[in-house]
């Protein structure tokens, strides 16, 4: 890391950016954005951090000095990386990322020892701080990779050095930041451009940007959905809009269900049986496994509120497309009354089109629409969604979905409580 040790030697297991998180044992990092981490190194010493980086003179312990603590967490990382001979995942896509690297997680799981990202951590700090979390023992990393502009997922496959690598859709979501598009495609190619000869890359048939990565990349290819290697058809769904389909692949046929909601998410449980295929040969101990998977919170997270309503928190992130997804899982669950709190999608390069049309599906699926924080829907929002809402209960099923910088999880929180 072209850095200086000050202070005793020190064993470290994992890293930690968060000194409210840091746990005994692990290397403090601290980043300087809207804060200077610096600030709290003592309070993550006093949490039995066992050294830390600085880019600021020592203040005591064990430390290593460095130019730039960001970017020595990278370079500590690739290091860390360097040492596995285990099968990498790499996963970015417009949406299901984050569901379908829960689902891969799973899948590898029922054979191997699996590290994956929390949450969403898949940027420049969450990516090193997984690789550096795994444990020795650890038999397949799977590493969901975000996207904000053009470069960034190159930068963060030179970290993780994916064996394999995962596109899910290319959407309009970040579009902004990469002129439209075909901006976004060009960016999540990243990912298949920075495989090696001897991996593979896993893509979606469905989605024609997706399919068309085919010939960028120098690995082996195979395709999952409705037109792809591992075949998708069959899919019916339960009163709560869980899927249950038909697979047929390289490695056989099976019949799967899933306890998340969604029709979607069958075609995310595709993609992590197409990656299990490639490392293991074999489907069968995953088709067992994602009967009972989860996926991260706020995504689909469908709960029956003590009220007796039905309540959807697809609230951590949403584009146009995400949001056609979770209107369409809406309209199948079961109830006399569908109701759509909707609030921002940020980081569009068309908000108006984009809000427009996503009301005109929530209408033409006969779903009511409550706005709020945002007039771009064309409907006049609301100061209060649950006064807006009313009464619920038996009967009722609600859907709330924003991006991230609106805040919805907490309207969804309230709703269950109330």
């Not at 799973?106 to 444990?135: C, D, H, K, M, Y």
């Not at 290319?170 to 960016?187: D, F, P, Q, S």
């Not at 990565?213 to 395709?223: E, N, R, S, W």
Request: hydrophobic letters at 50%; aromatic letters at 4%; proline letters at 4%.
């Amino acid at each position: 890391m072209g850095g200086r040790l000050v202070g005793p030697d020190a064993v470290v297991d994992g890293a930690s950016f968060d000194s409210r998180t840091v746990r005994p044992g692990e290397l403090f990092v601290p980043l300087v954005a809207d804060r200077d981490g610096h600030e709290f190194i003592d309070g993550a010493r006093g949490s039995g951090a066992a050294a830390y980086f600085t880019s600021h003179p020592a203040r005591g312990g064990t430390a290593i000095e460095v130019l730039d603590t960001a970017h020595a967490l990278m370079d500590l990382a690739r290091w860390a990386r360097g040492r596995l001979d285990v099968p990498v995942v790499g996963i970015t896509g417009s949406v299901g990322k984050t569901s379908t690297k829960d689902l891969v997680a799973v899948a590898l799981g029922a054979t191997r020892r699996v590290t994956a990202n929390v949450r969403s951590f898949n940027n420049e700090q969450g990516l090193p701080v997984t690789i550096l979390g795994a444990p020795d023992d650890v038999e397949a990393l799977v590493l969901e990779m975000g996207m904000r502009g053009f470069g960034q997922i190159t930068e963060l496959c030179a970290i993780g050095q994916p064996t394999i690598g995962v596109v899910t859709a290319v959407a309009a979501a970040h579009t902004e930041k990469v002129g439209g598009i075909e901006g976004v495609a060009i960016a999540k190619r990243e990912l298949v451009e920075a495989l090696p000869a001897s991996g593979t890359a896993v893509l979606n048939a469905d989605d024609h940007r997706v399919a068309a990565m085919a010939p960028h990349t120098a690995a082996a290819v195979i395709t999952y959905g409705a037109a792809g290697d591992v075949r998708l058809s069959a899919v019916t769904l339960d009163e709560l809009a869980r899927p249950s389909f038909r697979i047929e692949s390289p490695w056989g046929g099976a019949d799967v269900r899933l306890a998340v909601s969604g029709a979607h998410m069958a075609a995310n449980a595709a993609a992590a049986l197409a990656v299990t295929g490639v490392v293991e040969d074999s489907i069968d101990a995953a088709v067992e496994a994602l009967v009972g998977a989860t996926v991260s919170g706020a995504r689909m997270e469908v709960t029956r509120a003590a009220s007796g309503a039905i309540v959807v928190n697809d609230a951590y992130n949403a584009n146009p497309d995400s949001m056609r997804a979770a209107l369409n899982a809406l309209s199948e669950i079961r109830a006399d009354r569908r109701v759509a709190v909707l609030g921002v999608m940020a980081e569009l390069d068309d908000p108006a089109a984009g809000h427009r049309d996503v009301a005109a599906h929530a209408r033409s699926l006969g779903i009511d629409l409550i706005a709020t924080g945002t007039d771009l829907y064309g409907v006049e929002p609301v100061d209060d969604p649950l006064a807006a809402l009313g009464p619920i209960g038996h009967g009722d099923a609600v859907l709330v979905k924003a991006s991230r910088v609106a805040g919805l999880d907490r309207l969804a929180a309230a709703l269950l409580e109330s």
